[in-house]
């Protein structure tokens, strides 16, 4: 079970999402567009914007580096491994509220404002 949820269904997901991604450019092409809706309720897209970004990236950064690092550089850099946890439970925790933040503000803008919709 082990095998099939960290080893095979991360790149069976990576798949499904590439393929589909493909076949609706391919069958759709003029439903990714982006109209004048960044001109409509500018503000608020402008923060959900960036604070989605900044949150997915430090995600991501941090997984990067915390799963492919080896352990034994945080012992030459003197950084113990209840300091990295910490660390990365609340770097992680802040990226993850700004994330969380970021997608509401946007699913907001999409959901109840009649000219994006």
Wanted: contains cysteine; positive net charge.
């Amino acid at each position: 079970m082990n095998d099939v949820l960290f080893g095979w269904y991360p790149y069976f997901c990576l798949t499904v999402f590439l393929l589909g991604s493909l076949i609706r450019f391919d069958r759709e092409q003029y439903t990714w567009k982006t109209g004048s809706s960044q001109l409509l309720r500018r503000r608020q897209l402008r923060w959900g914007s960036n604070l989605f970004h900044v949150g997915i990236l430090a995600i991501f950064g941090g997984h990067f580096v915390g799963l492919l690092t080896p352990i034994w550089v945080f012992d030459a850099l003197g950084i113990s491994h209840s300091f990295k946890q910490g660390l990365a439970i609340t770097v992680g925790g802040i990226a993850g509220v700004a994330c969380f933040v970021g997608i509401a503000l946007l699913a907001h803008r999409r959901l109840f404002d009649a000219r994006i919709r």
